[in-house]
């Protein structure tokens, strides 16, 4: 059941993590602040600065001298995408709250849209689902259909295709969320489990405006590595089953051995033994590095750091001050 409506106060927060986005900020702001304001109604935008080491944060402060409705998080430290959007999902005080990047690849004009949709269909999750990919590069959209592919094996047909962080949730998806343990959440995965009612909006995928692309390919595959091992344990059935082959190849090379050997071909046989140690090998070390990852992560939920410190909250210092 989505969250009722209450104009006495703040109906929907727009949560926006940012890493050294001086550059695209102007025009961010000059879509969505009209964007927001044509809602008539009362709304924050949560501006996480992520540790930004460039003019981000400065610019944000000047902006909020004329923009009432901009919040301002910032960590103490570059702490990631995700947990940057955590901070500001748990900080949010919306009755619906809508994340989306800093870079305008993901249009705000369609956050209205995704409200509309809510409060009309009673959906507390409402998906920002790319139509075209076509800006990315080819090698970026076939990696991002293996991804979905994977993850929809993981999840299951509710996680929509081709849908990232751009998304609406109402205030009861929000505290389901915030009541899950705060290790490595990976958004994406984690939304559509909860299986809420929800629903799509389409749109087109545009360039970035600005600066450099946050997601390169060493994180891509760090967060394709979370994702999987954060929400499932196949990959450990992969390598029992990996050994469940080793095996039965071996046994089979070994009854070829023995055949040879019976029918007095014996031959010098380093090669057959050179093959079956690197194969033998090889499996052990992709299973050995796949337990790796499960105990590291039971290790990193063990110690229970917190994914984020945040050293200031505009909001905070707003009612302190008495503005």
């Keep these: 059941m989505t969250a009722a409506v209450h104009h006495d ?11 050294n986005e001086e550059e695209a900020l102007p025009a961010l702001v000059a879509r969505l602040r009209p964007a927001l304001d044509g809602l008539g109604e009362r709304y924050e935008v949560v501006a996480v600065d992520d540790g930004s080491t ?3 944060a400065a610019l944000l402060a000047d902006l909020r001298e004329s923009w009432p409705e901009l919040r301002i998080l910032r960590l103490r430290r570059n702490s ?5 959007l955590a901070s500001g999902l748990h900080r949010a005080v919306g009755a619906y709250v809508a994340s989306i990047d800093a870079d305008l690849q993901d249009p705000p ?12 269909d009673g959906l507390d999750i409402v998906y920002g689902v790319r139509d075209d990919r076509s800006t990315d590069t080819g090698f970026k ?11 929809r094996r993981l999840v299951g047909k509710q996680m929509p295709s081709q849908a990232g962080d751009f998304r609406l949730l109402s205030r ?7 009541s899950l343990p705060d290790q490595q959440q990976v958004y994406r995965l984690l939304v559509p489990w909860l299986g809420f009612p929800s629903g799509q909006v389409s749109y087109h995928r545009e360039e970035r405006v600005a600066g450099e692309t946050k997601y390169p390919l060493s994180k891509m595959i760090r967060l394709a590595l979370d994702s999987v091992t954060g929400f499932s344990a196949a990959p450990l ?15 089979a090379m070994l009854v070829f051995c023995l055949t040879a050997y019976l029918a007095g071909h014996v031959v010098p046989g380093w090669t057959s033994l050179f093959v079956a140690m690197l194969f033998i090998g090889g499996v052990q070390l992709i299973c ?11 290790y990193t939920a063990v110690q229970r750091r917190p994914t984020y410190f945040i050293g200031y909250d505009s909001a905070e210092r707003s009612t302190a001050s008495g503005e």
Excluded: N
């Design 54 to 56: 460039d003019k981000t």
């Design 141 to 151: 959209r076939r990696t991002a259909g293996l991804y979905y592919w994977m993850m």
């Design 109 to 120: 004009e369609k956050i209205p849209e995704m409200l509309d949709l809510a409060r009309r």
């Design 288 to 298: 050995v590095g796949l337990l790796g990852e499960y105990i590291g992560r039971i």
């Design 80 to 84: 990631g995408h995700q947990a940057a």
């Design 172 to 178: 009861e998806a929000v505290e389901a969320l915030k």
């Design 237 to 251: 059935r992969i390598a029992t089953w990996l050994g469940v082959v080793s095996f039965f190849a071996c046994l």
């Design 9 to 19: 106060r703040t109906e929907l927060s727009v949560v926006i993590p940012m890493y």
